[in-house]
């Protein structure tokens, strides 16, 4: 019978929501699937984007404004302003976030409010991405506060911006499944091991068996130095290790060959391991519990291999993978309407139960 290595719940460090409403509620501590630039981070010199959301609480509740975040995709990004207005609805009509109109006008209720006046807004420059999922640090604030109850529909008309490259938002796709695989993305830079020209790199394989509250890892990483052994850290956190600010430069590793040499997470659990030949090492498949509770998780893994030639510390690190895991989910209450042709568009292509992920303030 094969045994399930039930993690330490009281180990983990479990994003928390902000002080808004964030809508999918699904996504609020989790990556979502998919990134996309709709609205504030599209190259379109112009255009309408309508948004339907049929999750937020049962009772008036008053928006202060909304936020969008950054997709997980690790590159610092550079500040940049729209021009553009918005006008919300609250009221209940026949089109569902399921089946939005490709018509704008048809997906709001009959009363709407100017919540933003034309105006430029301004949105800063944010960092490598170092947590998943992003901060929601691109704040959008109203003019005229709006109070609504399950239902808002945000109709925003863009009349010119300033970024010159795509900002990729955090989005979800309109799917939904049972058993959904770990987002994944890598952090910082691996060091060169003896015999490498390039830095070590992880790597690793994930099946998924949510039904069954189960899931099965495996860690490995490349271009290590050949037939060394080596330990694998699995940790929660990539800021800080013992009180120590991540990343660590490890003492002794930066006048070697192979370059400064960093910890990336917090090294809850270590696994032993050995490259082989080629430097490449992989543990078995190792079964964890997999329960609803884990939504938002994110699991770090790092490699650290003996190469005594490398370094005066005798040590090489890969960078860190990171696995985040979310839980099952149904098709999200929210739907769009988007149409590059101008801020004045009538009519845009509509996509039921899918939208950027928004925080409502």
């Known amino acids: 019978m094969r045994v399930i290595e039930i993690l330490p719940l009281a180990l983990f460090t479990l994003p928390t929501p902000g002080q808004g409403i964030v809508s999918p509620a699904h996504f609020a501590t989790a990556e979502a699937t998919v990134g996309n630039g709709n609205p504030i981070g599209a190259l379109a010199p112009q255009m309408r984007f309508l ?7 049962v009772g008036p509740v008053t928006l202060h404004g909304m936020s969008f975040r ?17 006008v919300c609805s609250g009221g209940s009509t026949i089109v569902s976030a399921a089946a939005p109109s490709a ?36 704040s959008i604030a109203f003019d005229q506060p709006l109070q609504v109850s399950r239902r808002v529909v945000w109709d925003m008309r863009i009349s010119g911006r300033t970024n010159s490259v795509g900002i990729v938002l955090d989005a979800d796709d309109g799917s939904s499944t049972q058993n959904p695989l770990p987002a994944i993305a890598a952090f910082g830079r691996g060091c060169v091991a003896s015999g490498r020209t390039v830095g070590m790199v992880t790597n690793g394989t994930a099946q998924m068996d949510w ?12 271009e290590g130095p050949a037939g060394a052994p080596v330990v694998v850290s699995l940790g929660f956190s990539t800021g800080s290790l013992n009180g120590l600010p991540l990343p660590l ?17 917090d090294m809850v659990v270590t696994f032993p391991g050995t490259c082989n030949a080629a430097g490449a090492m992989s543990t078995p498949l190792r079964t964890f519990s997999a329960g ?22 005798g040590l090489v690190a890969s960078d860190t993978m990171m696995r ?11 739907g769009q309407v988007g149409a590059t042709t101008g801020a004045n568009a009538i009519t845009g292509l509509a996509n039921g139960n899918r939208g950027t992920i928004v925080e409502f303030r």
Do not use: K, W
């Open 51 to 57: 948004q339907i959301h049929e999750d937020l609480p």
């Open 70 to 86: 950054r997709n997980a995709d690790g590159d610092a990004l550079p500040a940049f302003s729209v021009d553009m207005s918005i």
């Open 103 to 138: 018509t704008f006008d048809d997906n709001h209720a009959r009363l709407r409010t100017t919540v933003l006046a034309q105006q430029t807004v301004s949105f800063p420059a944010v960092p490598v991405v170092s947590a998943v999922p992003a901060p929601f640090t691109y």
């Open 211 to 222: 039904p069954n509250g189960r899931m099965q890892l495996a860690f490995g990483a490349n």
């Open 249 to 265: 430069l490890i003492p002794g590793t930066g006048s070697g060959t192979s370059g400064p040499c960093f910890a990336y997470n």
């Open 292 to 313: 609803s509770e884990l939504h938002g998780l994110s699991l770090y893994h790092q490699v650290f291999a003996l190469d005594p030639s490398a370094n005066a510390f």
């Open 324 to 334: 985040h895991l979310v839980a099952p989910y149904s098709p999200s209450a929210v």
